[in-house]
Structures are given as structure tokens and as C-alpha cells.
């Protein structure tokens, strides 16, 4: 019981400290002129109710329900010891590392995923700008980890916390600029490692997926620290209104729509639900990964011609 009772006021609390947070930050950086683009902290704002109403409503309907399921019917039998919780945050982290990776690599995923990214402004608003569809993907990230044996009301403090340092890691850049800490940054994921996952240059695309730790994208090759030559630029690939919310929330959709109906060909179709954005069946696709080997190649031979 006392683990349900702090599972059920640990969001809350947290919550209310995030907001409290936002607000100072958002305040301060209005004061000394940082933020331009007030309208597109409105739409963080409103976009967090689209994401998180649907998510909070179903949560003790439907996602208990599951996750009890799952617990009941567990692989293991796994007890509350201190060191389940580090292995629980552990595969908690891999999980969320895993989702966020498909929601940047599966195009129907990204047309939910893209709302977070489309915003042009770091700050920690950002941390909870998010599609009205979430609803449908986040959960996954904890919903079945009762099944390999954790009591459900651990996992959800475990993403609790975790979502309160997601949150944390959008501060704006300014208040935390970017220094080196090697040995810190190859294990989490810091601001300027997220603000790195936000920008549309070239050389960052498609890297630094984690929430919390730093070790999966070091594993599986997508980690990418900040360059000193490349200064972030935030937003999407394409021309979103950052601070629309029809046009955030809806535009990727559209554009998906649109390249379903360009081809009669049903496998195709299909193929552009579920290749990474920027595939076409005519021939001209053109990959993040390629555009960011060419980047990175581009910033060596710079370096390169300098030290000459």
C-alpha cells in the first residue's frame, strides 16, 4: 500500500514542481529577451494538455488494468530490493530508447513524434509539447515491463522520475551552455546532448535517443556530442508554424496523406507508413543517415584544412 500511495502522489507532486519551474524559466527568459517566439510557448503549453489528458484518463482505466495483467502473468518473480529499482531504470530507459527510436525511423510513428520536434525554441516547455495520438505510443516505454516481473506501482514512479529529468534536459541553452564533462556524458544524457536530438543540422540527425542514460546510443552507434562549429538550429526538417497547434499537431499527417495518395501501388502505400521520413517511391529518397555522413565528413575535411 505505501508503494501505491507514492505512485499516486509522486506524478502529482512532480508535476507540480516541473510547472513551477517552466514557469520561472519562461518568466526569466521573456525578462532578458531570449525567447522570440512567445506564441510557440503557448502551443508547448496547450499541446501538453492534447498529450497528457488522453494519457492521464486512460491511465488507472485501462493501463493498470494491463499492467496488473502483465504482473500476474510475470516471467519472473521479482521483489522491491534496491537493486531491482537500478535494473527496473535500466530496462525502463532501454525501453524509452527503443520507442523514441521508432517514432524517428517508422513515418507514421513520426507524424506523432514530430509535434515535440517541431518546436524552433529550446526551453523546458518544449519537455511537454506533444501530439494528441501519444497516447497510443508513449505508455509503451512502461506499459509491459510488469511482465518480466516488476510491480507495476514501481514502474510507474521509475517513469515519474524519468519524465521529470526528460523534462529537465530541454532547459534553454543559455542557462546551461554547453561544457564538456566526458566521463558525465558518456553515461547521461545531458541538455546539451538533447539539444543536439532537437536540431536539424545535418551532422545531428537522428542521434542522442535516450532520456536518461547515454549508454544506448554509445552502443548502438547514434550518440553524437555538440560541436563547437555547429550551433544547434531547432525544428523540423521541413516548414512547420511552430506556433500554430492545428499546424504542429496536424501537418506531418497531411504530408503523409499526400505521399500515400501519390501512388497506386499498394505495397508502396504501406512502404510509406512505415519507412523512416523522406522515403519515396520515386527514387529520390534521401536518408538522415546519409545526410549526416556527409555533414560529418564536410565538418572533418574543414578541421582538416584548417590545421594545415
Not at 102 to 110: A, M
Not at 177 to 203: C, D, G, L, M
Not at 273 to 301: D, Y
Request: aromatic share 14%; glycine share 6%.
Amino acid at each position: 500500500m505505501e508503494l501505491e500511495f507514492i505512485s499516486e502522489k509522486l506524478p502529482a507532486t512532480l508535476t507540480i514542481l516541473v510547472l513551477t519551474v517552466v514557469v520561472i524559466e519562461w518568466i526569466g527568459l521573456t525578462l532578458t529577451g531570449k525567447i522570440e517566439k512567445q506564441k510557440e510557448s503557448w502551443v508547448n503549453i496547450f499541446s501538453a494538455g492534447l498529450a497528457f489528458l488522453p494519457q492521464f484518463l486512460i491511465t488507472k482505466v485501462v493501463f493498470l488494468v494491463i499492467m496488473f495483467w502483465a504482473y500476474q502473468n510475470s516471467f519472473f518473480d521479482i521483489g522491491l530490493e534496491w537493486y531491482y529499482w537500478i535494473i527496473a531504470w535500466i530496462i525502463y530507459d532501454f525501453s524509452f530508447w527503443l520507442i523514441h527510436f521508432l517514432g524517428h525511423k517508422v513515418r507514421l510513428l513520426w507524424c506523432l513524434h514530430n509535434v515535440h520536434h517541431s518546436a524552433k525554441e529550446m526551453k523546458l516547455s518544449v519537455g511537454f509539447r506533444g501530439s494528441v495520438f501519444d497516447v497510443l505510443l508513449v505508455p509503451h516505454t512502461f506499459l509491459w515491463l510488469p511482465l518480466l516481473g516488476f510491480n507495476p506501482f514501481l514502474i510507474l514512479i521509475v517513469d515519474a522520475v524519468a519524465k521529470l529529468y526528460g523534462v529537465a534536459v530541454h532547459i534553454n541553452g543559455d542557462l546551461v551552455p554547453n561544457k564538456k564533462r566526458r566521463w558525465f556524458e558518456s553515461i547521461v544524457i545531458t541538455p546539451s546532448a538533447h539539444r543536439v536530438h532537437h536540431s536539424t543540422n545535418h551532422a545531428y540527425l537522428d542521434t542522442n535517443y535516450g532520456e536518461t542514460l547515454a549508454i544506448w546510443d554509445r552502443i548502438f552507434n547514434t550518440y553524437q556530442a555538440e560541436l563547437e562549429e555547429e550551433i544547434p538550429r531547432y525544428g523540423v526538417m521541413k516548414e512547420v508554424d511552430s506556433g500554430n497547434l492545428y499546424d504542429t499537431q496536424v501537418n506531418e499527417f497531411i504530408g503523409l496523406w499526400n505521399d500515400v495518395k501519390s501512388t497506386k501501388n499498394i505495397i508502396n502505400k504501406l512502404k510509406y507508413l512505415i519507412m523512416p521520413p523522406g522515403w519515396s517511391h520515386k527514387g529520390e529518397t534521401i536518408s538522415a543517415n546519409v545526410l549526416r555522413q556527409e555533414a560529418l565528413l564536410e565538418i572533418q575535411k574543414r578541421r582538416t584544412a584548417n590545421n594545415v
